[in-house]
Structures are given as structure tokens and as C-alpha cells.
């Protein structure tokens, strides 16, 4: 699992109403996209060890980092690469190309804590009492929720201006390369001034063909479809969903031209290449090869972008 930050209360003061817009310590300008660049991120692993801020800050100066996302780098040790607001909540994408499993995390910003790790209050959480657990600890005798690397539901909003932030961690047998099909859904309740409000809660477990292909063929809801808070996100999103025949959690990260282009290829269809071109801040261009059994294969060029509520994926689709 990767480093999760420094700890964050998992209780605040519950501020009124803001009477004005809050005024963030955190903007768009401290988000830093080349990390994710294959050269980048493998100087980073090869002459910085641990994150030391005297490497790292070199190589983000020359490869084009604001002082914005300097200054976030030196306080949270975490390369900041996406930011949108849900409701009440700021929520971040960090990155972090030193982590051994996932290298990717949440944190709520410029609340009550101004920092609030996901990942971290998430492991308070127990699973134990839902209907559908004795029958996948049976199947999985190392179930565990494995507390990195969610997927986050769309919010829906809540009385009074707050917002409920809903997480799906992935169940794990053991370890990061033993997942499930399931997942545990964990709530975070934010008030309308942004403070955390109460401890992580479970809202029980849930299906998902998008977390992994299970062996168990154990009853429980299917999850909500996620939400693309980064330009990575949507990219692998879409691509799981569009794998795995999940049109909804398509639908949530591309327009109506891209899912209905794939989606009407012959069943059994899958994406037999991906890669992404960094081409500035909020915008990632991506091939990706789809292969018809017995058919042309069909090349997409996808384009996605910053939308209000969050990351949207359009493409052009050619023959090849």
C-alpha cells in the first residue's frame, strides 16, 4: 500500500454555512502532469530516492512545474495531477511514482482538516456485518479491503449544502495482485464549509466487473459507476469499462459517440493497445486499438479533458 500522508483527524468542528466562496489554498496551478511522462517518472525513480526534495525539485523546474505545485510537492511529498470539486469537496488526484503497488490516491483539500486522506481513514472501517461477507470469506480466506487505489462515485448531493463522498475500495485476497470482483463502499461526509464531519463509514459491499474478474459468484448490488477526478482516471476508467462490457461506467467518463463507436463492435472485442501523450495541463491524447474477432481493427485517437464535473473522453474513431 503507499504512504498515505501525514495523519488527519477524523473529526472536525462543524463551521456554519459559509456566507461567501471559500477562498482555496490549493488551485488548479499546483497540479503537475509531467510525473506521469514515461521519461519524467523513471528519472524520478532512478536519481531520487524517497521523494528528497533537493532531487526532486530540479526535475520538476525543468519539466515545466508552477511554484504552485512545487510549494504542494515539498508540503505533501505527493505530485498533485488532478483537482475538481464535488459538492462542498475539493478532491485531488495524487501520484506518487516511488509507491510499490498503487501509485495513485485521493485527498480532500482546503476543508476542516485541510487535509484529508482517503486511504488512511478507510482502514477504521469494518466489512464484517454485511450479508454478503461470510459467503466471500469463504470463497477469499485473505479477504481484505485493500486501501489504496478506489474508484469514487458520483456525489449526490445532501441537505443543507453538504456532501457524502462515496469511495469503492477494492476487495483483495491477500494481495494487490489477488483482487476480487467486489468492493466496499466508504463514506466521507463533508459539511457545506468543507469540514469532515464524523469517522469513515461503510455502506457495504458491492459488485464490480471493473475491480477484477472474481471466482465467486457471490450475491450483492452492483456498484454505482465511478467518476474521473484526473485526466489518468478517465483514461482508465473507460478502459476498463469498455473491457468489461460496463456501459454505465463508460458512460460517466465519455460521450455518447465514443461508447456507442465500441460498444457496436462484435462481442468479444477488447482493447489491444493503449498509449497516452501528455499534451499539456487537463489534456491527455490516447490511441487505443479495439480488435474485432474476424473484423478490420478499429483505432480511436481520444481526447480528454477538464469538464465541470470532472474529466469527459471524446474520440475520433478510423479504420486501420
Known amino acids: ?8 483527524s477524523a473529526s472536525g468542528p462543524t463551521p456554519s454555512v459559509p456566507s461567501a466562496p471559500r477562498v482555496l489554498a ?53 505530485f498533485l495531477v488532478g483537482l475538481v470539486k464535488e459538492g462542498s469537496a475539493y478532491v485531488g488526484s495524487l501520484y506518487n511514482p516511488w509507491a510499490a503497488n498503487s501509485n495513485d490516491q485521493f485527498v480532500i483539500l ?21 450479508p454478503a461477507y461470510p459467503a466471500l470469506l469463504s470463497a477469499y480466506p485473505s479477504l481484505a479491503v485493500w486501501g489504496s487505489g478506489p474508484y469514487l462515485e458520483k456525489p449526490v448531493p445532501a441537505s ?3 456532501t457524502r463522498l462515496v469511495f469503492d475500495y477494492h476487495l483483495a485476497n491477500g494481495c494487490h495482485a489477488c483482487p476480487t470482483a467486489y468492493a466496499a463502499r466508504i463514506a466521507l461526509d463533508f459539511s457545506a464549509a468543507g469540514a469532515l464531519e464524523g469517522p469513515a463509514r461503510s455502506l457495504g459491499l458491492c459488485q464490480d466487473p ?11 448490488p452492483v456498484c454505482p459507476a465511478p467518476i474521473a477526478v484526473s ?26 459517440s465514443v461508447i456507442d463507436a465500441v460498444f ?19 489534456v491527455d491524447r490516447c490511441s487505443v486499438r479495439y480488435s474485432p474477432p474476424g473484423s478490420t481493427s478499429v483505432a480511436f485517437t481520444i481526447t480528454v479533458s477538464k469538464v465541470a464535473t470532472g474529466y469527459q473522453a471524446t474520440a475520433a474513431a478510423k479504420g486501420a
Not at 29 to 53: M, N, S, Y
Not at 210 to 220: K, M, T
Not at 244 to 256: C, E, F, I, L, P
Open 231 to 256: 485526466p489518468e482516471a478517465a483514461v482508465n476508467i473507460l478502459s476498463a469499462a469498455l473491457a468489461a462490457g460496463d456501459r454505465a461506467a463508460a458512460a460517466n467518463v465519455a460521450t455518447a
Open 210 to 220: 471493473l475491480l477484477g474478474v472474481g471466482v465467486a459468484a457471490v450475491s450483492a
Open 160 to 162: 443543507g449544502g453538504a
Open 264 to 282: 457496436a463492435l462484435p462481442t468479444g472485442t477488447g482493447a489491444s493497445s493503449l498509449a497516452c501523450t501528455r499534451t499539456g495541463l487537463g
Open 1 to 8: 500500500m503507499p504512504a498515505t500522508g501525514p495523519a488527519a
Open 110 to 130: 482546503d476543508g476542516t482538516p485541510p487535509l484529508v486522506y482517503p486511504d488512511r481513514l478507510s482502514t477504521s472501517v469494518s466489512i464484517t456485518s454485511d
Open 26 to 78: 490549493v488551485t488548479e496551478a499546483a497540479r503537475w502532469r509531467g510525473v506521469e511522462q514515461p521519461a519524467v517518472f523513471g528519472e524520478l525513480q532512478k536519481r531520487c530516492p524517497a521523494a528528497a526534495i533537493n532531487c526532486v525539485v530540479p526535475i520538476m523546474q525543468a519539466n515545466g512545474a508552477s511554484p504552485e505545485a512545487i510549494a504542494f510537492f515539498q508540503k505533501v511529498h505527493w
